[in-house]
């Protein structure tokens, strides 16, 4: 099945800085590629999402990057703000909507 | 998202009883999921329903049974609760033709 792998496990930047995670996975006929954010005691809520046949998508200052041929895909996040402090999740999908998720990243932006 | 209700938000239980999760859910979507996160794996699916009548296991659906009782209710049971269930337990659902999932606010589960 599905494995997706997620670094770094933990990510501090200063306020203002870059933040980019990565993610990469084993099924080829992947999709969909989610990612998710949630804060301390929240639900994870989607922040933004790619589908297979788009190699980038920018919203604002997040912004997904693909790479079908390396099997792999980033979350960049520009002009960073102390409430982008969160747990970041990927996710993998081929479709019927059964997401397999990586192992998440702690986001910590220092003002 | 208040659409996605979870009970009870709490439990505490002791091992060998048997407990039950609720999720309820107002979107109108027809696909229902449980997740159970744990520090450091991220969320691990259980048990997923694309309607009523259908339901699937998941990545790690030993130990848990599910019911889906209308297209709204989807339960998730431990029969015989063991130390190493304690975690979040999460809710979502998705629908129409979107992939987008919604996560109910979580179900914080510790056996003793």
């Known amino acids: 099945g599905e494995n997706v792998e997620q670094h770094p496990s933990t990510l501090s930047v200063q306020e203002g800085d870059s933040a980019v995670i990565k993610c990469t996975y084993s099924?080829?006929?992947?999709?969909?590629f989610p990612w998710y954010k949630q804060e301390l005691g929240k639900r994870p809520q989607l922040i933004i999402d790619i589908r297979s046949n788009v190699g980038e998508k920018k919203d604002q200052r997040i912004a997904v990057t693909l790479n079908k041929t390396a099997k792999h895909f980033s979350l960049h996040i520009t002009e960073t703000q102390p409430e982008d402090s969160a747990v970041y999740f990927c996710?993998?999908?081929?479709?019927?909507?059964?997401?397999?998720f990586g192992a998440g990243t702690i986001l910590r932006v220092k003002s | 998202d208040a659409d996605v209700t979870q009970t009870p938000r709490n439990r505490i239980t002791k091992t060998g009883k048997r407990i039950m999760l609720e999720c309820s859910q107002t979107?109108?979507?027809?696909?229902m999921y449980w997740y159970r996160q744990d520090p450091g794996l991220g969320l691990q699916l259980i048990y997923y329903?694309?309607?009523?009548?259908?339901?699937n296991k998941g990545e790690i659906s030993d130990g848990y049974s599910v019911s889906r009782q209308a297209q709204a209710k989807f339960s998730l049971s431990l029969e015989s609760a063991i130390p190493n269930q304690t975690a979040l337990y999460f809710c979502a659902t998705s629908g129409g033709a979107g992939e987008t999932q919604y996560f109910g606010p979580g179900t914080r589960l510790l056996v003793l």
């Open positions: 979107k109108g979507h027809d696909r």
């Open positions: 099924d080829s006929a992947s999709n969909y």
């Open positions: 329903s694309f309607d009523v009548k259908d339901i």
């Open positions: 996710a993998a999908s081929k479709g019927g909507n059964k997401l397999v």
